[in-house]
């Protein structure tokens, strides 16, 4: 019970009357009167606190007040932000190509097939039945050995056995490009190639018949087109403007495959970065070809 008054005199207490009012100084005269009660002034300045919180919220969270806010970055520093986490997304990109080009590259010089180049291979097969096939020698097959053996016969460029049957002495190899020879074959570590400076933009030709095995860019070497030719040679063109073919085209000695550039971070001017790769050793270009 003692509780219960207890509670009914504070609930009266909070509800009782008062009258808030203002006088005139010198005549007495009542300006401005106002009845209140305890409960009153406390829902009416929680409600006022509730609605001023509200607003602050808003004007911070959807106008340019919040910039003012100590540790809140700034208009210029969210681009930033955005700019560099685009930036490391294509390092990502760049990283992960340049690990697939060196892939390649291993695969190639062992004598294997590029990934690259299995996945597509992989793609464009169609189920072939093989049990159809037959391997018997006919008539006009054992002639045609017979014609191809008496003409081969005394061909120098050929080897009897597990010798090697391709002599690249013997053979032509178009000169990719004409220009000055800046960095020579060996002349630092880790070059396996030739440096040619020329103007930006000349044509760059295939020194061989062959297929392209591989074309892309790396942030090192910039645009790159790689030819693997006949009997385990391959020739790389590094640093181009733009590339003309792409992987798994057929190009012929002398024909037009990219474009001089200075793609590449490992470049300071126009000019072609060209390697020579014979059974997985790479070769002086300027022992079998002039580029001047």
């Known amino acids: 019970m003692a509780k219960v008054e207890k509670g009914k005199k504070l609930v009266q207490k909070l509800r009782f009357k008062y009258r808030l009012a203002i006088f005139n100084e010198q005549t007495y005269e009542e300006v401005f009167g106002m009845r209140l009660s305890r409960l009153n002034v406390f829902v009416t300045i929680g409600v006022s606190s509730i609605l001023l919180i509200i607003s602050v919220i808003f004007l911070i969270a959807f106008t340019g007040l919040r910039e003012y806010i100590p540790g809140y970055p700034s208009g210029k520093e969210r681009r930033l932000l955005i700019q560099n986490a685009q930036r490391v997304d294509s390092l ?21 097939v590029p990934a690259g180049a299995k996945q597509e291979d992989e793609e464009n097969a169609s189920p072939v039945d093989n049990s159809k096939i037959s391997f018997k020698k006919s008539e006009e097959d054992s002639l045609f050995r017979e014609q191809v053996e008496r003409e081969e016969k005394f061909n120098l460029a050929v080897f009897e056995g597990n010798s090697r049957k391709f002599e690249l002495e013997h053979s032509f190899l ?10 020579k074959f060996g002349d630092s570590k880790g070059h396996y190639g030739v440096d040619i400076v020329t103007k930006e933009g000349e044509r760059v030709s295939a020194v ?5 095995v591989f074309t892309g860019w790396t942030v090192e070497t910039g645009y790159v087109i790689q030819i693997q030719h006949t009997n385990n ?3 790389l063109y590094k640093h181009n403007e733009r590339l003309l073919k792409s992987m798994g085209d057929q190009v012929q000695a002398g024909e037009a495959i990219a474009r001089v550039g200075n793609s590449g971070e490992l470049t300071t001017g126009p000019h072609l970065h060209f390697e020579l790769w014979y059974n997985g050793v790479a070769l002086d270009a300027e022992q079998y070809m002039s580029f001047e």
């Open 92 to 112: 990502i990109l760049e990283i992960d190509r340049r690990d697939r080009f060196f892939k390649d590259i291993r695969a190639i010089v062992s004598g294997d």
């Open 174 to 183: 178009f000169t990719p490009i004409k220009g000055v020879v800046v960095n």
């Open 208 to 212: 061989l018949d062959g297929t392209v």
């Open 233 to 235: 040679l391959i020739s």
